[in-house]
């Protein structure tokens, strides 16, 4: 890419970013009738923050009724842009509420009842809402009856359900001394009493604790987690109907119920269970879920509505806003390759810059082609088959079993092979390498089977990152695997060098790239951090997003960036010696650098949800945080496939994108999960 190209369309990706950005921040304001800034405010647990929206017309003179939003395990207050544009634009006072240890809030180190997953995973959403209302509760702006109780809604998805659901359980708790009950309403979203069990917060507990409320769950058919019928086994990502369950009707107090219907309560309460079609993280992006929250707080803020503006609730805006910001996202990642390129003018940074090997020219007989076809499948397909082992890290499953079986048998035939190739007359050289690295790689492929890694939440203090750590590795070791396997057994007769790989190690060149790299992710998430600041938005799409962060997770992406590396660096080097032919050259290649990184997990998840919707229950029961997690790797993959294959062509090896690709992909994982800071 020339000079002049590369100014263009850093050109055109910042006008994306910059018009997009600004269209999400109408929407996001309800068209400028809503203040939405980021609060902090510190707890006795802690410090929390959200983002608060604040309609125009809201003050001490004309305080509102509020609702408190907020998200569940792996995400943070963005998540529930729906429930807080909707809500108020309608009128009332919304506070979407990162949770402790999520986005930028933060457990103080002494809240942490231990140091294994319990006593670290527990600290953030026992706590949250209810240190969330005693603020909101304070806030002038905020109503209150002529008894001093709080007009004041909880809302929360999954972990932020139990939450909300905690909440109500404690403010019952305070009512009994005090009088005053700050919570009038709770709907949950994804979330039954699963975990709130744990701490005595049952369906009979929270059912007489209700204290007159108006209380509603959303309880998807789909939902991977919750909402079971306790004499179903084998696995909860399958068809539910929460209402005809134990729990639900203990909820609903009734013997018999319908969804959807509201009933009346013996304590003078009303209650709803909302059953969408949908799965756990749909809840968050639907229409038919965000009409179920406009509705339910029409109805709970009955008495309380003067100065809220009637809009039925099928009248939405928030997707628009979701649109923007895929727009904006698309505009930020079409920015790195030319801040890339440009960078590169520059006397030092140029140094990250080798020749492109020649493209290899492939062979036309219909046998090299079926096996060129059949080793890529294998590679794409392998990591996908060993998924659910892999991300559950099951050392002792039948999955990972025959996984390091696999390995150790190739493992031998490499040191065999190596041993006869210490007689080769040609390229002896080569072939050793090559036996080498298939020997090293199935060895430590086999060793991963093993071993659970990433267990110590001390060190590796983001849980979800760990089991995706651990797929990864052994992604990229499979991928090695293949790569060495096929290099002895045909590449070397092709007369291939590491060069063809991309693999070119002048010293000087890896720190050049590696300077390039970091100096990109730098530019690009300071315009991710500007964007936020100005307009209070940021580049994503569902679950997916590049979102800002606080630099204490630092020293967490610094643990996690070595193992996202030796991925990146392995899955470019396979990338660049596929792509880099004759017969892949223009989009075909970029096509097939997405198949390389994201095919097999995508199939995956089309194989998992295609049959849990077709037949009740998924291809993989038991996989259910791992099915959802995959949604945001998917395109994460994609994009990273993209970003390898458009650098590699400019810069003619593998460093720079590897170093590019595990720096933002890093950050990028960690900001948008639980970190437990201790």
Request: hydrophobic content about 50%; overall charge neutral.
């Amino acid at each position: 890419m020339k000079k002049e190209k590369a100014v263009k369309v850093l050109c055109v990706a910042l006008c994306l970013v910059l018009v997009s950005s600004i269209l999400a921040m109408l929407f996001n304001t309800g068209f400028g009738k809503t203040r939405v800034k980021r609060i902090s405010f510190d707890t006795a647990t802690g410090t929390l923050s959200g983002l608060l929206y604040i309609p125009k017309d809201a003050s001490a003179s004309n305080p509102k009724p509020t609702v408190i939003v907020t998200h569940g395990y792996l995400n943070s207050a963005e998540m529930q842009d729906a429930n807080a544009i909707e809500l108020s634009r309608r009128g009332y006072v919304v506070l979407a509420l990162d949770m402790y240890d999520h986005g930028h809030s933060k457990a103080n180190e002494e809240a942490y009842t231990g140091t294994d997953f319990f006593g670290l995973w527990s600290t953030f959403w026992i706590h949250s809402m209810y240190d969330a209302v005693q603020y909101m509760y304070a806030q002038d702006y905020v109503l209150k009856d002529s008894a001093g109780n709080g007009i004041i809604g909880v809302t929360g998805h999954s972990m932020g359900g139990f939450s909300s659901t905690m909440a109500l359980a404690l403010d019952e708790q305070d009512a009994a001394t005090s009088g005053i009950r700050k919570i009038h309403a709770g709907l949950t979203e994804g979330s039954d009493f699963m975990y709130t069990g744990l701490l005595g917060i049952t369906a009979e507990v929270a059912d007489a604790a209700g204290g007159g409320r108006i209380m509603g769950k959303v309880a998807a058919h789909y939902d991977e987690f919750f909402f079971n019928d306790p004499a179903e086994t084998g696995g909860t990502v399958r068809y539910k109907d929460y209402v005809s369950t134990p729990d639900g009707l203990t909820f609903l107090q009734q013997t018999s119920a319908a969804a959807n219907t509201w009933y009346n309560t013996s304590d003078g309460g009303m209650r709803i269970i909302y059953e969408p079609s949908q799965t756990h993280p749909w809840n968050h992006f639907s229409k038919t879920t965000t009409a179920y929250a406009i509705e339910f707080y029409t109805k709970a803020f009955e008495g309380y509505q003067s100065g809220i503006t009637s809009i039925v609730s099928s009248s939405q805006i928030w997707m628009f806003k979701e649109l923007c910001e895929l727009i904006a996202l698309i505009g930020f990642v079409l920015a790195l390759v030319p801040i890339a390129v440009l960078l590169m003018k520059l006397p030092f940074l140029r140094r990250a810059k080798t020749e492109l090997t020649a493209p290899a020219a492939r062979s036309a007989t219909v046998a090299s082609k079926f096996a060129t076809l059949a080793t890529l499948l294998v590679a794409i397909l392998l990591p996908a088959i060993f998924f659910e082992g892999l991300y559950d890290i099951d050392v002792t499953g039948s999955s990972l079993t025959v996984l390091r079986f696999l390995a150790v048998a190739l493992a031998v035939a490499g040191c065999i092979t190596f041993f006869l190739s210490i007689r080769a007359e040609e390229r002896k050289g080569a072939y050793l390498a090559g036996s080498c690295f298939v020997f090293v790689s199935g060895l430590l492929l086999a060793a991963l089977t093993m071993f659970p890694l990433y267990q110590d939440l001390t060190f590796w203090t983001a849980p979800v990152v760990n089991n995706i750590a651990y797929w990864t590795i052994a992604a990229a070791l499979i991928s090695l695997l293949v790569m060495s396997v096929v290099f002895v057994s045909s590449k070397v007769n092709d007369g291939a060098t590491f060069a063809n790989y991309g693999i070119k190690v002048p010293f000087v060149t890896i720190i050049a790239a590696l300077c390039t790299a970091v100096l990109t992710v730098a530019l690009g998430y300071g315009l991710l951090f500007l964007i936020d600041l100005v307009f209070k938005t940021d580049f994503r799409i569902w679950t997916f997003a590049f979102k800002t962060f606080d630099f204490n997770i630092l020293p967490a992406v610094c643990r996690y960036l070595p193992t996202f590396f030796i991925f990146y660096l392995i899955s470019t080097a396979s990338i660049y010696v596929n792509t880099n032919t004759e017969s892949m050259s223009g989009v075909k290649g970029y096509f097939l650098a997405i198949a390389m990184n994201a095919g097999g997990i995508f199939l995956w998840l089309v194989r998992q949800y295609g049959t849990l919707f077709a037949t009740g229950v998924a291809a993989h029961p038991n996989a259910a945080l791992s099915g959802i997690v995959l949604v945001a790797m998917v395109p994460t993959l994609a994009i990273a496939g993209i970003l390898s294959r458009s650098l590699y062509k400019r810069t003619g090896n593998v460093w720079t994108p590897a170093f590019l690709n595990a720096l933002l992909m890093t950050v990028m994982t960690v900001a948008n999960t639980t970190v437990y800071l201790k």
